[in-house]
């Protein structure tokens, strides 16, 4: 996504965890300020690892499964 300098933006790429748009790979964004430019990335992470962590704290069960659907 090309960035003009000349203008103002507010860029949300996502995040780790509780994903909502069906995803579940962690989100996050590059600026370039060089070239002007954002690109967004999604990356695997331990979903499982995650889902343990959630466990053990006692959250609600659909905090985990939630993880593994990015729902």
Do not use: C
Request: aromatic residues 10%; positive net charge.
């Amino acid at each position: 996504m090309e960035v003009p300098p000349s203008s103002r933006y507010l860029i949300n790429p996502g995040s780790v965890g509780q994903p909502r748009d069906y995803d579940w790979r962690a989100a996050f964004a590059v600026y370039d300020d060089a070239a002007e430019q954002v690109t967004f990335h999604r990356v695997a992470y331990d979903v499982k690892g995650a889902q343990a962590a959630i466990r053990a704290a006692r959250l609600p069960e659909r905090l985990a499964a939630r993880l593994s659907t990015g729902s």
